[in-house]
Nanobody, 123 residues
C-alpha cells in the first residue's frame, strides 16, 4: 500500500511537506516518484528518488523549490515543497517502481500508486 498525506491549503510563498508511506513494498522498491494532476490537466511528473545512491530528479517547474527524500529505512518518502505558487495547486500522488529502468519521469514506469493528497495554493 502507498499512502500519501500532508496536503492542505496554503498561501503563495508557503510550504508543505508531503509524506508517502510505502508499507508492503519496501523490500522490492527501486524508486518512488511524485506526480501531480492540476484541474483540467494531465498528470505530470514532479520528482523522484532512486534507491542505491538516492539520486533525485525534478521537473523544471519545481527544481530549486521542492526536495524529495526518504527516511533511512526507506519506508517513508517525503516531498518538501517550499515557495509554493498557485500553479502548484493539484492533487499529488506518490508511486513506487519495483523494476526501475531509468524512466523516473514516466508514469508508466511505476507499478503502485497512492490515492493522492490535495494541495491548494492561494494567491
Amino acid at each position: 500500500q502507498l499512502q500519501a498525506s500532508g496536503g492542505g491549503s496554503v498561501q503563495a510563498g508557503g510550504s508543505l511537506r508531503l509524506s508517502c508511506a510505502t508499507s508492503g513494498h519496501t523490500a522490492s522498491m527501486d524508486a518512488v516518484g511524485w506526480f501531480r494532476r492540476a484541474p483540467g490537466k494531465e498528470r505530470e511528473f514532479v520528482a523522484a528518488i532512486v534507491w542505491g545512491l538516492d539520486n533525485t530528479y525534478y521537473s523544471d517547474s519545481v527544481k530549486g523549490r521542492f526536495t524529495v527524500s526518504r527516511d533511512s529505512a526507506g519506508n517513508t518518502v517525503y516531498l518538501q515543497m517550499n515557495s509554493l505558487q498557485p500553479e502548484d495547486t493539484a492533487v499529488y500522488y506518490c508511486a513506487a517502481d519495483t523494476n526501475y529502468r531509468g524512466g523516473h519521469y514516466n508514469q508508466y514506469e511505476y507499478n503502485y500508486w497512492g490515492q493522492g493528497t490535495k494541495v491548494t495554493v492561494s494567491s
